[in-house]
């Protein structure tokens, strides 16, 4: 089987105030702890951000494909950021993560891999009751009801899911889970 990494850099970091892919952990930009999680596991690294970053992930020295949303589907999210990816590079499985979750580590790719099973869509964790559909797997076929979606301006994921045969996941480390949203997140989390 192959697997492409997908990682969701699209956001505008409204909250946040200055685009989160770049704040730091221990010296290093949190895009990069997606990009470590995931490089082990994949045949390509994909980044998918708008254009006005693409040359600063460049700068920063990101060595995977680093690309935008399809024009049709431009700035509608971290649905229109996966399909994106699936439109330009085939593979059997998407591995997805965000930028903005500095603690993930590769033990949590390893545990979604492992629960992959015959006839099921998409592997989902549960971290503390709650669905993390943006850390997860998509399997190739749901690349139709994703753009079917999108066509009919539903951009919420959980609204995918409710059409796909998911297995959910429960997982109790909720660390690798830490979305640094805003500056409080910032100051509680990494500081």
């Not at 990682?7 to 930009?29: D, T, V």
């Not at 693409?54 to 060595?63: A, I, L, N």
């Not at 998407?94 to 033990?107: E, G, K, L, M, N």
Request: aromatic share 10%; hydrophobic share 40%.
């Amino acid at each position: 089987m192959e697997f492409i990494g997908v990682i969701l850099a699209g956001g505008q970091s409204r909250r946040f105030g200055s685009p989160k892919a770049f704040a730091k952990r221990e010296g290093n930009s949190f895009y990069t702890y997606s990009a470590k999680a995931l490089e082990s596991y994949t045949s390509k690294l994909v980044l998918v951000t708008n254009p006005k970053l693409s040359p600063v992930f460049s700068q920063e020295g990101f060595t995977g494909e680093i690309i935008s949303d399809c024009t049709e589907y431009a700035g509608q999210g971290p649905l229109a950021g996966i399909y994106s990816a699936m439109e330009k590079y085939s593979a059997d499985w998407y591995i997805v993560s965000p930028i903005d979750v500095p603690f993930i580590d590769q033990a949590v790719i390893e545990l979604l891999l492992s629960n992959i099973e015959p006839n099921v869509d998409a592997v989902i964790p549960v971290v503390a009751g709650k669905k993390q559909p943006l850390i997860a797997l998509y399997h190739h076929n749901v690349k139709g009801l994703i753009k079917s979606k999108l066509d009919r301006g539903l951009r919420s994921v959980e609204k995918v899911l409710e059409d796909l045969n998911v297995h959910y996941l429960s997982i109790k480390d909720e660390q690798a889970f830490i979305n640094v949203n805003s500056q409080v997140d910032y100051e509680k989390y990494i500081k």
